[in-house]
């Protein structure tokens, strides 16, 4: 099994940045690509950004591309989340996940595709 463990949330103000981690432990030769999902008050969870296991595909959703970005240190085991001019908007819940297969970059967007999640970290952007 995979457990993946969320680091770095907190509060910052409009227009700061966050950088969040999320380790891997258990078996993580079996984790492909890896991405960031988030929940914020009172919405339903959304795709924020995803990588493949060798860093040289990622994603993003529109409202961070330029904001945030992505990548990964597979000997360490990590993902990182460099989250920079942070609007409230970006306020939520931020979940990791992972996959146990391969995958195209067209399918990294649906959490549906991920076998593993962790706990998520709370962000809270003040204005």
């Known amino acids: 099994q995979v457990q993946l463990v969320e680091y770095g949330g907190g509060l910052v103000q409009a227009g700061g940045s966050l950088r969040l981690s999320c380790a891997a432990s258990g078996r993580t030769s079996s984790i492909y690509p890896m991405a960031w999902f988030r929940q914020g008050p009172g919405k339903e969870r959304e795709f924020v950004s995803a990588?493949?296991?060798?860093?040289?595909?990622?994603d993003y959703r529109d409202s961070v591309k330029g904001r945030f970005a992505i990548s990964r240190d597979n000997a360490n085991n990590t993902v990182y989340l460099q989250m920079n001019s942070l609007t409230p908007d970006d306020t939520a819940v931020y979940f990791c996940?992972?996959?146990?297969?391969?995958?195209?970059?067209?399918?990294?967007?649906?959490?549906?595709?991920?076998?593993?999640w962790g706990q998520g970290t709370q962000v809270t952007v003040s204005s």
């Open positions: 990588v493949s296991w060798a860093g040289s595909l990622t």
């Open positions: 996940a992972g996959r146990r297969t391969p995958l195209a970059l067209a399918g990294m967007s649906s959490e549906r595709n991920y076998d593993y």
